[in-house]
Structures are given as structure tokens and as C-alpha cells.
């Protein structure tokens, strides 16, 4: 298995729902990472995870909170978003946290926020 | 503060001519430098990569170039196939930075 899968990947919600964005990969990758794309502009990063811990934290609003259950699982918990939150999310993995190790993407998750 | 530039927001070739794209880079701090390719509604896909200690990397039809004292570097697909044509992120980083992303390329290869 060399694919990492985000769930859903549209999601649509108002700004006082509470949702969770999913993400999976079975390679064994010790690192993994959140990211967040609007139009026209480069994937910035949100979170990072190695080893299940949470290492980097760029700056994001309390209204995103990450979560690392496992080894292989992200999830990215949602709570009283505004419209401009709407983007695509991004998570991916590597084998370690260095740079040198080339990121796997999923697909991402449409999110708009109503 | 944009430390990762792609000036060029989309490019044309034909196919099996050369396509050449161009990354600038700012942060001297900066010893890693990857090119991703991203299909729409799919996420990026990591392509190839080069060390600072290198000028030059090679995997196939794609070669990445890199001039530290210019800080610059350069993917080229020969020869380009209609195939090619997706979003192409240049990508940059040190030791455990985050990794920064420019604002992607968009490559058209015609038949």
C-alpha cells in the first residue's frame, strides 16, 4: 500500500458545526503532516507529527486541533470555522521528518465552510 | 514573504520538445529542493529532488538543476509527453524546517 487516503473528500459546513477530517497510510511512515491550499497559493504547512507527537504547529488557530491516535492515522478536528477556513486540506507522510524524505499526498478534502 | 518563487504561472511545449521549469529561491538556509506534480483533484506527487551538495539530478526524462550562487534551479522533461502536463510544485527546505512550497507551474504539453 503506497497511498495515503483523506476522508471525505467534499465537505460542507456551517460555522457552528464541529467535523473531522481523516487521513490513513499503511507505509510505515513515522511522519505525517497537515496542510491547508487556497487557490493560486502553495500548500502551507499547518501541523506536523513524528513519531505520534506533535512537533510543529504553525501558528494555526485553536479552531483546528490535530490529533495523532496511531502511527498511521491523522485526524484534523474542526470547531467553529469561518468561510475564509474554506480551502483544501492536505495531509501527507514520509518515512521520517527530515526534508530529504520526499512527502506521499493524499488527495485532500474539499472543505467549505457555510 | 515568498522564500519559494515560480514566476511563471503556466507554460505550453509541444510534445517530445523540451520543457523547462524555473524555481527561485531565497532562503540561503535552504539545502534541499524537490519538484512535485500534481493532477487535478489528486494530491501532489513527489518527482525528484536534490541535495545543495549537488548541481545536477537525473531519474529518467526528468533532470533537476540547481545554481546555489543564483539560487535557482530548474526541472527539464525531455523528451515532454502529453502526459506531463499537470501542476509542477518546486519545493524547498533544510535539515528539519518545514518544507516551503512555491505557487506551482501549470504545463500544457500538446500533441
Known amino acids: 500500500d503506497t497511498e495515503v487516503t483523506q476522508t471525505p473528500k467534499h465537505l460542507v459546513m456551517g460555522m457552528t458545526n464541529k467535523k473531522s477530517l481523516k487521513c490513513e497510510q499503511h507505509m510505515g511512515h513515522r511522519a505525517m503532516y497537515w496542510y491547508k491550499q487556497k487557490a493560486k497559493k502553495p500548500p502551507e504547512l499547518m501541523f506536523v507529527y513524528s513519531y505520534e507527537k506533535l512537533s510543529i504547529n504553525e501558528s494555526v488557530p485553536s479552531r483546528f486541533s490535530p490529533e495523532c491516535p496511531n502511527s498511521s492515522l491523522l485526524n484534523l478536528h474542526l470547531h467553529a470555522l469561518q468561510p475564509e477556513d474554506s480551502a483544501l486540506y492536505l495531509c501527507?507522510?514520509?518515512?521520517?521528518?527530515?526534508?530529504?524524505?520526499?512527502?506521499?499526498f493524499g488527495s485532500g478534502t474539499r472543505l467549505t465552510v457555510v | 514573504d515568498q522564500q519559494v518563487k515560480q514566476n511563471s504561472p503556466s507554460l505550453s511545449v509541444q510534445e517530445g520538445r523540451i520543457s523547462i521549469l524555473n524555481c527561485d529561491y531565497t532562503n540561503s538556509m535552504f539545502d534541499y529542493f524537490l519538484w512535485y506534480k500534481k493532477y487535478p483533484a489528486e494530491g501532489p506527487t513527489f518527482l525528484i529532488s536534490?541535495?545543495?551538495?549537488?548541481d545536477k539530478n537525473e531519474d529518467g526524462r526528468f533532470t533537476v538543476f540547481l545554481n546555489k550562487s543564483a539560487k535557482h534551479l530548474s526541472l527539464h522533461i525531455v523528451p515532454s509527453q502529453p502526459g506531463d502536463s499537470a501542476v509542477y510544485f518546486c519545493a524547498a527546505g533544510g535539515g528539519y524546517q518545514k518544507v516551503t512550497f512555491g505557487i506551482g507551474t501549470k504545463l500544457q504539453v500538446i500533441p
Open positions: 501527507a507522510s514520509s518515512q521520517n521528518r527530515g526534508v530529504d524524505y520526499g512527502y506521499t
Open positions: 536534490i541535495s545543495s551538495i549537488k
